[in-house]
């Protein structure tokens, strides 16, 4: 456990050297500011020490008025041990190396040994601990415990029971981390098993970390069984795409081929923890249907063609630009790419037909709360959750959504007290540590938002011009207890707990629901009249990044207007193009001018409309209507099917970029995995298409992309590669 | 002078004198010094470190558990390991993990034995037989197949020659 | 133990129970019971001990999964807690369904001096099961136990909340029949009895 913020010291031994170190700070972690280290199992350093290893012994003693040390009869525990005035701490001994040798010869008697198969074996803190502390031979003759091995716990965790020290951080984690306490430990002693109830399912969201935490092979990954040995893999640093959080992460590849991620140190955005979705979410790198060469339609089969014809079909059907042309992406693509392709369609095809929104409300230029109303919408970084009084989490299960944030959160309720209040038409995993739940119907955040903020003006916490003033009549508490059936005083009192220090969280799933935007605007009022902060974060991995360098029929990179005809047009005379004056279309409005045959050409971009819109029917008749369609993505999907043109994409990992999570960092992903087949990086497509359309130098590498995104987009001026930090860095 | 003819003609004499003796003593003596390969080869010493084998236990499942410790220990990085697990139906080897594919590039291994140390089970080991060479290099890459024993007990046996050469005495 | 564990299946756990699933079997009583007991920690978690012995009354001297289940949902624990400390304390019946009676033969160093093991063979062979089983006719369990701090009266058994000792065969039989012919269960009784410990005396239910 971090030691608490205090100016508090005391001066301790340790080996007979002195040094000064917080009051309390546990002696595990106070021996390493002289570089030392003590062997543990069961100290982690994000959870509550508990002793149960005995690895960490050390000796202790206190200095005597006449100068002597006066040690402790028995080795203590350093993990539980906190540090006083006086301390002698003493690591290296004969006692303890004896101590040590003991533990570990303990451990070992009912361990299997298998390490040849164990999939931990090469990377496990217990051969580690062994070879360093342990024994050279076991006194142990007599038959080992045996239970079965490779249960299978989940999808994706396999149990083995034999191999387990029963350290209990895998228990911990469930407990205090990810707040399910799916596992606990039953029966005792030698017997002991950390197991779920009666060997039901082990379904929580962030079982995968337990794998991670695991000293010892008993917690391992179903999909990486087998695969590999930690010394045949190969290990970079990489961020995670497949949600909005930008987790930092491990990725490990076996002679080019992705094999497991794992969590990366980040204080700032997941500490070392991931999600399930995230760490067991990376599969499409070695799907079966990965698209590896580019694709053409003739004679209405798909037939394998070079990238010059691709390109040649695709200028020849993009030519006549304007309202005829249109552009949709995922959220998987980068920063880079998204620039590229809005100044492909801009400059070239001169159309502003670009959309990455998904959602059913798209907010246009004029709704947004920056213009209308100067509120940021997104204020509150993940780490500043930690030091929040008051979080109001509405319209959205944050587990599902934002799993970092949420395990950010709970732990600010659990180590700060923060009170959470969780606002959402269903149960939610944050219901467990949530201060107040308000379960509002099905479509009435409208009601309760405007609740919120009526109670929050009657306490006269907050002012509102009278034209809000009146408009909120009709959502008195009372009248918005009676519309969403929360009960009234858990309005005032949600009301109440929201000040200064407090922040609103909801995501872009809240642009699903009716009456979205009214939401938005009372949730951004309360915010502003209590002063607290209010954050509207993107879903997918690069969404917000697509928001900010205009993928957007209204927006401009760096958020500017094309309605503002002055500021438009300094914006392209930064990027070297003329922007073209008439507003594009939404997605909505996208397919329905796709399904009437007004779109005559479509590219999608890592997207699959029939997985992201709502709307099935109109996004097939869209995809039958429109004359040339383009799809561009990584796997194949059911879009691929009407496609005239595929063109294979590289993964995040198997290129270079950057992403903005919903915090707007930016972090860049530097190239970990070889190229796919033919497949080439999404903007260099986009590069390529602009340089067969109009000769010109082309952009080598992301770098540059990014050079002039900070040209165009000056938010990004922290974002260019030679400022970019390990950590990424907030816009 | 007498230097010249100390350090450099007496050595020389003496040289030629080793060779006159042994000019003169039986030719039979030293006639199986030789053999003449590849129409004849000798039994090679017992340690002798050549071509490897993944052996059987004598029930014929296979000893290699797919624990790419040989790929660890290898200092030319010429094997490569990947593992599996064993069903009921398809077990190979005993236990819960066997190698499904095991491939040694024969161009890269320089014999060293490491594998063979490392091996947790005793399943690869370097056998005599030490006519490994080839027309192709994709020839060099032995699968699993290659190197898998056909019977327990396969590779204590004197190898094949492929050149048709018989055994002398050594 | 490790018994409950069976491979098969791979891959494919059943899924905990979900709260609106579960047969709730708490009588009103237990129910009162529960509520006045939870008056007396500052938390839930420490009303975890009682309200398994409830449960254990409840559900007729055996802790099944559905019970531990009901006990985590009544208590707004996770289910995985309340097992792991049911299976910690052995008075807690979670291994399997328990007879109306449970013979608990002592055969510490008192009673086996004073020829406990001949007891508990005799019983043995009398019941036709061994230690930690049932009898075919679910009326008497059999289980081996340490001290019962009763060594005076060794060789010692407990049935429920009695002890019996010295115990010989002739003493057994008679035992054995009477105890066959009681209809109510005294595992029951020790559960309850114990719940009526935890209860303060205004808030016993009799």
Redesign the interface.
Known sequence: MAAAPTTDTVTISINDVEIEVPKGELIVDAVKRLGLEIPIFCYHSRMKPVGMCRMCLVEVGFKQPDGSVRKMPKPQAGCTLPASEGMAVYTDTELVHKDRRGVLEFLLINHPL?C??CDR??ECPLQNNTLFYGPSTSRFIELKRHLP??FPLSRYVTLDLERCIQCGRCVRFTEEISGDAQLAFRFRGANMQPTSFQLTEFESKFSGNVIEICPVGALTSTKY?????P??LETKPAICTVCSNGCSVWFDYR?GKFVRLNGRVNEAVNEEWTCDRGKFGHDFYNSPKRLLAPALRKEDALRTANWAEAYAAILEAFEPGGNAVAALTGPMVSNESYYLLQKLFRGVFRSNNLDHRWTRHLSAASDRLESKMGMPTVATSIEAFEHKSAVLAIGTSLADEEPILFLRLRKAWFKNGTKVVVACDRDTDADSFAHLVLRYRPGTEMALAGGLLAAAVESGRATVPDPVREDLKRYSPSAAASATGVPEDRIREAADILGPNAAIVTTHRLLDVADAQGTLEYLAGLAMCLRAEFNLYALGANDQGALELGIHPELLPSGVALADAEAAAEVGRTMGIEIPREPGLGTHELLRACADGRIKALWLVGCDPFALHADRDLVQRALEGVEFLVVQDIVETEATSYASVILPMLGPAEQDGTYTNMERRVQRLRQVIPDAGDAKPAWRIFAEAMLRAQPQTPFFSAEEIMEEIARVAPAFEVARYDRLGHEGTRL | MSDVYKSVVKPILAGFGITRRRLMQRRKKYADVTVQYPDELREQYPRTRWRHFLTRYDNGLEKC?????C??ACPARCI??E???NTDEARFSP???YAVRYEINMIRCIFCGYCQDAC??GAIILRKDFELADYRREDFIYTKEMLLEEYPGQSEEPFESKVGGVYVNG | MSELIQIGGMNERPKPPRPEDLSLRFSDRAIRELEALETHYPERKACILPALWIAQREYGGYLSGEALAEVAFRLDRSYAEIEGVATFYSMYNTAHPVGRHMIEVCTCLTCQICGAYPIAEYLKEKLGVGFGETTSDGVFTLHEVECLDACDRAPLIQVGDEYYGPVDKAYLDNLLDRLRSEAASSVVKLADEIVQVHLRETERDR
């Open positions: 298998d040849p198969i074996g090469g091995k490779a069984r087998f695969r590999a040995r010394w045949d002679v | 558990i797919g624990c790419s410790l790929a660890g490569f390991v593992a599996a697990e236990g819960e993990r947790p089970t």
